[in-house]
C-alpha cells in the first residue's frame, strides 16, 4: 500500500493532449499519458533456488536468468521476484524466486531443464523446487534425474517429491516436478527526463519500488531498466524488430513521428511480467507512483498497439489513482410487432 505521502497529486486535466497533470513532492509538474500498456499471455514457470546462504542462493538466481530479457530474439523471459527467508524453504534454507516465461509450455519445459541443469546445478551448494502451483505440472527433474548416470536417488525434502543427485560437492537437490500456467507479459511505461541523471534516478527509482513492494513480479531487463524500446519490425530491413525510433531523443528532430517532447533527453522504459493482471497493474502503480518523485522527470506514457498486441490492459490514469471511466451502454432497442 502506498502511504499519503507517496499518493500522486493531480492537479488537472489537458484535454488537447490528453495528459493528466501530476504535481511531484519537488514541485515539478510530470504529464502522464491517458494511455494503457497492453500486455499478451506467456506460459510462466516459478524456481525457488536455495543455496548455503544467500549470496549463492542470488549468483545461482542470476546466472539462471541470463540472457533473457524478450522473447523476440532471447530464449526466454525471465528475472529474479524475490528472496525467500531460510524459515520459508523446504530446506530451511536461504532462497531466491525466479519467474521464467516462454510462448508455449513445451519451451518452457526445455527452458527449465536447461537453465536449472547448466546453472543453478552447477552452481556451489544449489537447490532447485518448484514455487508454482499451476495448471499444468512439468517433469523437470524427472528429466534432469538422468545427470546422475544411474547413481540418482528418490528424496522427500519438506514433504515434496525430489531427485538427489551426486555431484563432486555432494548432491544437488531438485524437485521432480514444476508448476506451469498462462501469465501476464508486457507491462510498461516510458519515463521522459531532461538529461540523463534524472532520468537514471526516476527508473532506479521505479525498479526499486517495484522489487519491494510489488509481489508476483518480475524486470526482466538489466537491473529492471531498458534503454532501448523496440518496435515491431522494421523501416529499412528485415527484422523483427528494431529501435523504436520515435522514442529516441537524438531523433526528435530528423523523423516526423517523434513522440518525444523538446527539452527531453532521456527515455526509459520499465518492463515488467506478473503471474496476474492485478500483480501486474500493481507494479505498474507502485513503480510510476515512485517514477514521478524525482525532479527532472516531464512526462510518463505507456507502450501499446491499439489493442492488437493482446488481450490484457493496464491503465496508466489507474496506477496514479484518477478515476476509470464509466463504462457507456448501448442504448435500449425496443423490439417491433
Not at 499471455?41 to 516459478?46: A, C, F, M, S, T
Request: proline letters at 6%; a positive charge; aromatic letters at 8%.
Amino acid at each position: 500500500m502506498l502511504s499519503n505521502a507517496e499518493k500522486l497529486e493531480i492537479q488537472g486535466y489537458d484535454d488537447s493532449e490528453q495528459m493528466f497533470l501530476i504535481k511531484s513532492p519537488c514541485g515539478d509538474i510530470v504529464k502522464v499519458q491517458d494511455t494503457f500498456a497492453e500486455m499478451f499471455p506467456l506460459w510462466v514457470g516459478r524456481v525457488l533456488i536455495t543455496a548455503l546462504n544467500e549470496k549463492w542462493a542470488m549468483v545461482a538466481a542470476s546466472v539462471t536468468t541470463g540472457f533473457a530479457t524478450s522473447v523476440i530474439e532471447a530464449t526466454a523471459e525471465a528475472g529474479i521476484e524475490r528472496l525467500v527467508p531460510a524459515d520459508q524453504t523446504p530446506d530451511k534454507r536461504p532462497g531466491v524466486l525466479i519467474q521464467i516465461y516462454n510462448r508455449d509450455r513445451f519451451e518452457l519445459k526445455q527452458q527449465l531443464m536447461q537453465r536449472i541443469g547448466q546453472c543453478t546445478l552447477t552452481c556451489p551448494t544449489t537447490a532447485a523446487f518448484n514455487g508454482l502451483v499451476g495448471k499444468r505440472t512439468l517433469n523437470v527433474g524427472d528429466s534432469l534425474r538422468y545427470f546422475g548416470d544411474g547413481f540418482q536417488k528418490k528424496a522427500m525434502v519438506g514433504g515434496r517429491k525430489c531427485w538427489k543427485i551426486p555431484v563432486m560437492e555432494g548432491e544437488f537437490i531438485v524437485e521432480n516436478g514444476f508448476g506451469a500456467m498462462e501469465a501476464v507479459a508486457g507491462g510498461n511505461f516510458m519515463i521522459f527526463a531532461k538529461d540523463l541523471p534524472s532520468g537514471l534516478k526516476s527508473a532506479e527509482a521505479a525498479a526499486d519500488a517495484i522489487r519491494a513492494n510489488a509481489p508476483d513480479v518480475i524486470m526482466q531487463f538489466p537491473g529492471g531498466i531498458c534503454r532501448s524500446g523496440s518496435k515491431a519490425g522494421s523501416l529499412k530491413y528485415k527484422l523483427k524488430a528494431s529501435t523504436n525510433h520515435p522514442y529516441c531523443p537524438t531523433l526528435r528532430t530528423l523523423v516526423p513521428d517523434t513522440v518525444v517532447p523538446e527539452g527531453v533527453t532521456c527515455v526509459y522504459e520499465i518492463v515488467m511480467n506478473g503471474l496476474t493482471l492485478d500483480a501486474v497493474k500493481n507494479g505498474m502503480k507502485v513503480g510510476v507512483t515512485a517514477a514521478c518523485q524525482v525532479s527532472g522527470v516531464v512526462k510518463i506514457t505507456s507502450g501499446n498497439y491499439g489493442g492488437k498486441l493482446g488481450p490484457f490492459k493496464a491503465y496508466l490514469r489507474e496506477a496514479i489513482g484518477a478515476p476509470m471511466p464509466e463504462p457507456t451502454q448501448a442504448p435500449t432497442v425496443k423490439a417491433q410487432a
